[in-house]
């Protein structure tokens, strides 16, 4: 094997700290440089120079002099005799060696080291030592000040004595401590792994691939794709440091094959093909079962890091059964989060501002998720707001996100619209956790008093939008009103779970401002999504439209219910756009394809047709397909119908006939049905209307309301406040 061949299977090299694959334990030396001397800690400056220590340091290292002199000694015959035995007994050597895609290769070293070999006293404390070694006073002065980037954190609550007694008992002023609930661990405390992976973990993880990566080229494009569609919804990383580190080859393998399964949701097609991948379904598998086996054989040690991936692999779900599915993942995510203390504030804590806003973007990502997952599933809350004093995010959070313009061309740039949307949408979140605990809480009856002052807040929300999250037209992912279109369906979700009709008969109460505002922001769901599906943007759609799409199509499901003609068809036909939607979306989100294939079931039994939608397994033909043609029935357009210039406004225009009912003409002349007869979606001739001599048309005005603030007009009590809707596109371009 030449020396070119012998890089790092992903063009890295790991620092020692993390216990991975490509290290090697460092073997003690009798030879140490001044720092390390005077720290009393292992040094490596015989195996390369400046030492590890002093590298991560940046400081100066130099060897000590000797203080038995220097000249030629005696070799003593005890001492060959002990290394031979050292070099045959007490060090065992496993060499392995691990390919990428890209034919690199990597031979590593893994050492292990026999009882026979005793650490000096005080060179590296074992983790037992942990505590004790927090109660020392150099180590409380070193709290008084900042807190290196690289320190490692240990948090103590209130309740935990460790906590009270460092800072009450052991503080240097202990008639007015100074509360502290983040503190860096002694740099002597388990500085080096005292444990590596052994040959069986490494043949695991070589058997499911976990230790290969694609091409460098290949590698690149899913990372832009990451960063480009995914990465400003939840912005978990820390985007300049990880470009520094990839760029470097010293990016976390466990980080990047998490980053590489979410990528293949997005990504072009023709760059899986060009990985060998041969589907969508394939490629997300293959990746996450090499992140999981790295993360179940304890392969990455930064614990901020381990958090961002676990939260990243909550957007796993393989079935309806999987046992680590999203609920799983999140929840070892804001376990560990809150084991680091990431719910707490860090006033207190003298950590750089820098370190401060990545804990905080990860922890609001992790509770946004929380929310959302909670809602989805049907399932408690696992983060109580009561438990957390964290700061909110502000646009300063995102002030360190700005990469060099090498650096952009891998990671890309932050936007303002990015932090708008991420800031509103945590705040989102706050509103949708009321709204589990009012209408979703066991044994809670419904609080009228509650639930309107709950109604106020979203209009509030509603009312302090930035400009840049007004809902405007768009035709790319990377523009403002993508990203406002996403927390619009967010925000209409909410209202529709806060407003659902607990039974049928509640819909048909006309007084019902509940009715009014669910089926209003039900209608805007639809729309939303017939805009997502005309500018070919759904593909790039965050996951939160699955379960935005499903809470509308059962408010459409309760109207065709209730059997009102026009209210039944207009319903039907908007229940067909969405899903349309989740038949785009199955080919990305397996999730979407399972209750694609439940509506289907249900809108057949509701308008007696023999199929609606004909689902496909994953990775097969798209769940949408044409109906059988037993019958004249409705058609839906497909993307490139609705590309070619009807928009949403000539929709409007035109009718909805125009597009998803067929031609009501030719049915009427088929069925002999004249001008004052209904003809259905089935072929059949609907009965005809029997209207009030004085008709009130603006009984019918609520069908076509687009905002909570029109639906909410008529009942002042109900909104709170009075708000004017967002400015129109004209305005903001």
């Known amino acids: 094997m030449t020396d070119s061949s012998k890089a790092n299977l992903h063009d890295q090299t790991e620092p020692p700290k993390s216990l991975s694959a490509s290290q090697s334990a460092v073997a003690r030396t009798r030879t140490a440089c001044k720092h390390c001397n005077a720290r009393r800690v292992k040094c490596d400056v015989m195996q390369q120079k400046p030492c590890w220590q002093c590298r991560t340091r940046n400081v100066p290292c130099e060897l000590i002099s000797s203080k038995r002199g220097k000249y030629v000694r005696g070799s003593n015959p005890k001492d060959k005799t002990d290394s031979a035995s050292s070099r045959t007994s007490n060090v065992k050597k496993t060499q392995y060696t691990a390919r990428s895609t890209d034919n690199h290769t990597v031979t590593t070293t893994t050492t292990t080291t026999t009882t026979n070999e005793k650490e000096t006293p005080g060179q590296v404390d074992g983790p037992e030592m942990l505590f004790a070694r927090m109660t020392e006073p150099e180590l409380l002065a070193q709290n008084a000040n900042s807190v290196p980037d690289h320190a490692r954190m240990l948090f103590f609550g209130e309740a935990l004595p460790m906590g009270f007694i460092i800072n009450t008992i052991c503080s240097l002023d202990g008639r007015r401590p100074i509360v502290r609930l983040h503190h860096p661990i002694p740099a002597k405390v388990g500085e ?67 980053l590489l399964f979410l990528a293949t949701t997005v990504c ?14 394939r490629a997300r598998q293959t990746f996450y079962k090499r992140a999981k086996a790295l993360y179940d054989a304890d392969y990455e040690q930064d614990q901020v890091t381990l958090t ?14 999987d046992q680590k599915d999203s609920w799983f993942w999140l929840g070892a995510a804001i376990s560990l989060a809150q084991g680091l203390g990431l719910h707490r504030t860090t006033a207190l804590s003298n950590l750089s501002s820098k370190r401060r806003s990545l804990w905080r973007r990860i922890w609001w ?38 990469p060099s ?60 939008l930035p400009l840049d999250m007004f809902q405007r037209p768009f035709k790319e992912s990377t523009e403002p009103g993508f990203w406002a279109c996403m927390l619009h369906l967010s925000y209409h979700n909410a209202l529709i779970l806060f407003c659902r009709p607990p039974t049928i008969e509640s819909v048909t109460r006309q007084d019902s401002e509940r009715e009014i505002t669910v089926r209003s922001s039900t209608d805007a769901v639809t729309r939303l999504a017939e805009d997502l599906l005309s500018s070919g943007t759904l593909r790039y759609a965050q996951v939160h439209i699955i379960p935005t799409l499903f809470g509308a ?28 939607a989740l038949s785009e979306l199955s080919k990305l ?39 059988q043609s037993s019958g004249p029935i409705a058609r839906l357009p497909d993307q490139a119908t609705l590309r070619s210039g009807e928009s949403t406004s000539d929709i409007a225009s035109n009718g909805l006939d125009s597009l998803l009912s067929p031609t009501l003409h030719s049915l009427r002349a088929s069925m002999g ?32 309301q687009d905002s909570l603030t029109d639906a909410f007009a008529p009942y002042g009590y109900w909104a709170g406040l009075a708000c004017h809707q967002p400015v129109s596109d004209s305005t903001h371009p």
């Open 589 to 627: 989100w397996p999730a979407a394809g399972w209750i694609l294939r439940v509506f289907d079931k249900v809108l057949r039994r509701l308008t007696g047709r023999d199929r609606c939608f004909e689902c496909s397994p994953p990775g097969g033909k798209p769940y949408c397909s044409r109906p």
């Open 192 to 258: 080096f792994p005292i444990s590596h992976l052994n040959q069986d973990d490494i043949e695991r993880l070589r058997a499911v691939g976990a230790l290969d990566l694609p091409e460098k080229e290949i590698r690149d494009e899913l990372i832009r794709n990451f960063f480009k569609y995914i990465y400003p919804g939840f912005p978990v990383l820390d985007r300049t440091g990880f470009a520094a580190q990839y760029q470097k080859g010293q990016a976390s393998l466990l980080l990047l094959q998490t």
């Open 365 to 402: 990502s992790i509770y946004t998720r929380d929310r959302h997952i909670a809602s989805s599933l049907g399932r408690p809350s696992r983060i109580r707001d009561e438990d957390c004093d964290v700061k909110m995010l502000t646009e300063e959070d995102f002030r360190d996100q700005h």
């Open 268 to 281: 072009d097609e023709s760059v899986l093909a060009r990985a060998g991948l041969p589907d969508r379904l």
């Open 405 to 464: 313009s090498i650096q952009a061309e891998l990671v890309g740039t932050q936007e303002a619209y990015h932090v708008s949307y991420f800031v509103e949408l945590v705040r989102l979140a706050f509103l949708l956790g009321r709204v589990l605990s009012i209408g979703y809480t066991p044994g809670r009856a419904w609080d009228d008093e509650a639930s309107k002052l709950l109604a106020a807040d979203f209009q509030q929300w509603q009312c302090a």
């Open 673 to 704: 049905a004249t001008e004052s007869q209904t003809v259905d979606s089935h072929g059949g001739i609907m009965p005809e209307a029997c209207w009030a001599e004085e008709l009130d048309f603006d009984a019918f005005e609520n069908i076509f």
């Open 308 to 321: 961002s991936v676990l939260f990243l692999l909550s957007f796993w779900w393989a079935c309806p059964e």
């Open 553 to 580: 199509l059962s408010i459409h499901s309760l109207v065709i219910r209730c059997r009102q003609p026009v209210s039944s068809q207009l319903a039907e036909n908007r229940a067909r756009q969405c899903m349309l």
